[in-house]
């Protein structure tokens, strides 16, 4: 007799508009405080305590629009944000500050997500969604220089990049971009030399999400249909469907893979969380919490495996955080 | 009647005389049927034979000519049959001449397509008779866009106008569609313009297949006229005729059917989908699942069992409904779908709860638009409607009663209210519309009245059947089994419904004249007067409703559109059978008089059909009741 799926262990209240984007920040040492930065639709950026379940500071960097993405880097001192004001930007919380040390204009005017990749220390690469319609650009942080621009070829037909991964097989490798586009097909670009290595057409609908495990080389990705997509890629750098997986309801916000590769989560359209095994895609939990629609879900990056947790931010204001198959 | 050939000067017209007087006593189908296969034998090949046979008719008087040529031109199995046997005798003779280009295309219009065909055909044959063929055409198109011919010539004309402006159309060459394609492009406009106007759907069918046709003759790059309209045999055998076929044997006998065969439309090329191969075959590696450690299998599944479709659950309760209707939460398009689809079953299971809020739902609904697409908005509104009336009648019926003369309201919005009268009418007058498996039947009437033209069909077929049940009374006995009887929920409320709608028709306001523009929804009110008097058959109210309809019918009775006057004679039907025979005779003894010289008047003279039909059958109705009369003795 299966058990009936966990409950949140506690859920956090009080952003007043729904959440976009979420990140954790566990993994410093013991004195530092464990972490959680959500992003919300009034354009403010909420600093959560997990030890006291509380909002610690709130930033306002974006002119009161929406946030959608929030990442750190190299710990909780940094941080970069992107806003539907056009403006991707870097803040400094270090000491208690909070203060926007730079910004980056990208006049991209949808909702496509940046991608960052450490290459070295105190150097990132960024992938954003640039200005023109089909157009990917890369740039090097801090220093905001242009790095290249990928562009899809004439008559391609691709329609807006929607969701962007950077990564490198290990430290020294070339940096590859896996994009997931509108018309619904995922392209692997070849960095450094700013060209397509493949292409493959895994939904009928814009792919709303991908995440890549570049130990495995597989992917999966996530549209506006009931379908999941997990594709692999081969020693020739080519992209191959590897499976498919229906779902109930159609519309996935969000995907993401647990740092240890075990499990990954999916946020859906119909408002619930689906956990699934990441080996072969074993349904695992369906967790039905939320009242509307989950936009993302982020797992924590605790060193004690324990204590890991997985966040949901949600349309309906509330951010909901679990812990599930934290015993592995 | 055989000639000697060879080199003869004969005088033939001795021969054309007698072929004249024939023709005149009505012998035309007794002669021309030797004559005409003979000559069209002798002249196929032989120039004299043609010289002759020209002569021949060349010579007919004048006050016969008329009958020769008609004869010819029936007779003809071919255009250039035609051609070889009259030559240009069109062009030399007046009377010839009008006979062709006037009295057979405008005045006439008994003649098959086939006699059309052949007529044009000919016109457009020679040089000197192509100009005729360009005067018939401007002609036939000043008629075809005349509004006034439109609106009192017969239907049968217009259809036979309206092919012969095809015809003549496909004969058109390129540099005579050039010379006249501004006065083409008028008289489309002209035309259409007339046609649309019409409220009958047969007209305005023809002026949109005609008006495309000349869109695609003068216009033949860039885009063409595109109407949407129902296919049927009439629309495409038009179109057939649009594409000239070629000239030969086409006998007149032939059915029409043949040749909508040879319809030019190419065959829309069917695009071969040849999308690249999109997905590669997945590639199922099943080498990993057995090397690797499960660490996969330490992960137990929770219970999944609750995970199941989403669906979005409409309210409950009708105030619910309303609040959501009326929803200031724009954003919740999900739950405005669900409301709208289950309101009509809410409305029926609560009866007690939609009297309290009754006349607020009617207003909800009468102006609610359909925010996002649902399928068969339409459908669902009106039955939440019908449901409404029928729940709480007398309010509710008041309150639509008195929108539909209000001012600000679309044409379409009093079509409808007069749409959910009818059909709650309907519902309360028939005791079977409350068992549950007549829903479907309900929906007939639904989509019947929603495409509004057919009510008149309907209309024959109740009067027609009423007429049997009332004549035959003698001898048939009770062989159908009654239906479990109810008391007719229409009795209390007739009135409601009937009086307001016909109290304030000659009060015209800012946006809405009923006997002046809108004459269409005069149409549709006419129609639905009709049926509601049909329904109140055995009410109380029904004497003071017919005395009161008979008088609304005398102000109208003259009206022009044909529409609304066969709504008229409809409404003199459903009196007749609707009012109690002792109480028609009491009352309305002299009105009805006056009735029947007008419907003997229609009956002759009204220039549409069905016009007629309804007022011969009115008539019979009437004779009927007088014998009714006199079987019961005094």
Known sequence: MALPPPDPQFVLRGTSAAVHT??????????????????????????????????????????????????????????????????????????????????????????????????????????????????????????????????????????????????????????????????????????????????????????????????????????????????????????????????????????????????????????????????????????????????????????????RLLAAGSKDQRISVWSIYAQT | VCFIPGGLDCSISFVSHVLGKVCIHGRQKEILGVLVPRLTELTKSDCIWQRICWRLVECVPDRWMEAVVLGFVQRAPSADVLSRLLGNLVVKNKKAQ?????????????????????????????????????????????????????????????????????????????????????????????????????????????????????????????????????????????????????????????????????????????????????????????????????????????????????????????????????????????????????????????????????????????????????EDFVELRQRAQVAVLTTDPIPVAKYLTSQFYSLNYSLRQRMDILDVLVLAAQELSCPKFHGKTKHSGAQKPCIQLLLGSDSTKDWRRIVDERIKSKTRRFDMGRSRVELASRPNEFNSVAGYFFFPLIQHFDRPLTTFDLLGEDHLVLGRLVHTLAILMYLAVNTVVVTAMGKALLEFVWALRFHTDSYVRQGLLSCVSSLLLSVPTEQILADMTEELLETQSWLGDVMEKDPDGDCRRLALQNLLLMENLKKKLEVVPS
């Open chain 1, 22 to 307: 979420l990140h954790f920040s566990c993994g410093g040492p013991e004195p530092d405080i464990p972490l959680l930065f959500s992003g919300s639709e009034n354009g403010f950026i909420h600093v959560w305590n997990l030890k006291t379940h509380r909002v610690d500071s709130a930033l306002d960097g974006h002119g009161r629009k929406s946030v959608y993405c929030v990442e750190t880097m190299s710990g909780k001192d940094k941080l970069l944000s992107q806003g539907r004001d056009q403006r991707i930007c870097l803040w400094d919380l270090a000491e208690g500050r909070t203060s926007v040390t730079d910004s980056v204009f990208t006049e991209h005017v949808g909702f496509c997500r940046c991608s960052l990749l450490k290459v070295a220390q105190g150097r990132w690469l960024m992938a954003m969604a640039a200005r023109s319609l089909e157009e990917v650009q890369i740039l090097e942080l801090p220093s905001k220089t242009s790095v290249c621009t990928l562009k899809p070829e004439v008559g391609a037909k691709l329609g807006m990049p929607m969701c962007l991964k950077l990564w490198q097989l290990n430290c020294g490798s070339q940096p590859v971009l896996l994009a997931g586009y509108e018309d619904g097909s995922v392209v692997l670009w070849n960095v450094s030399m700013g060209k397509v290595l493949s292409k493959l057409i895994c939904h009928q609908e814009p792919v709303m999400s991908l995440d890549f495990d570049s130990e495995k080389a597989k992917g999966i990705s996530g549209s506006s249909e009931k379908v999941l997509s997990i594709w692999s890629l081969n020693e020739q750098q080519n992209l191959q469907v590897y499976k498919t997986h229906e779902l109930v309801n159609a519309g996935i916000s969000d995907i993401t893979i647990r740092p240890d590769k075990k499990i990954l989560a999916t946020a859906g359209w119909d408002h619930r969380i689906r956990i699934f095994g990441w080996k072969k895609l074993k349904p695992l939990a369906v967790l039905d919490y939320h009242t509307a629609t989950v936009h993302c879900v982020s797992f924590s990056d605790h060193s004690n495996p324990q204590e």
């Open chain 2, 98 to 374: 009008f006979v062709v280009t006037q009295k057979i295309l405008l005045l006439q219009y008994g003649h098959t397509t086939a006699v059309l065909q052949n007529l044009l055909g000919y016109l457009s044959l020679d040089g000197l008779r192509r100009t005729l063929l360009l005067r018939v055409l401007q002609e036939l198109l000043e008629t075809w866009s005349s509004s006034s011919a439109v609106k009192h010539s017969p239907a049968e004309q217009q259809l036979y106008i309206s092919k012969a402006i095809l015809i003549c159309l496909s004969h058109l060459k390129e540099p005579e569609i050039e010379s006249c394609r501004q006065e083409l492009l008028m008289s489309m406009m002209e035309g259409m313009k007339c046609h649309l106007d019409s409220s009958l759907p047969q007209l305005r069918r023809l002026g949109m297949v005609v008006a495309e046709s000349i869109s695609l003759k003068i216009n033949t790059d860039g885009p063409v006229l595109k109407f949407e309209y129902e296919e049927d045999d009439e629309t495409r055998e038009l179109k057939s005729l649009l594409v000239q076929t070629p000239s030969f044997y086409v006998v007149p006998s032939l059915p029409d059917d043949d040749r909508s065969g040879k319809a030019g439309a190419a065959l829309p090329l069917v695009p071969e989908s040849n999308e690249k191969p999109h997905t590669a075959a997945p590639v199922m590696p099943d080498e990993e699942s057995d090397a690797e450690l499960d660490s996969d299998d330490d992960l137990i599944p929770y219970d999944m069992s609750e995970d199941k479709e989403l669906k979005i659950k409409a309210p409950v309760y009708i105030r619910d409904c309303i609040e959501v209707l009326t929803g200031s939460r724009s954003e919740d398009v999900d739950k405005w779908e669900a409301t709208v689809k289950a309101l009509e079953s809410l409305v029926r299971k609560n009866p007690a709860a939609t009297r309290e809020v009754s006349v607020e739902l009617a207003k909800i609904l009468l102006h609610l638009e359909e925010k996002p697409c649902i």
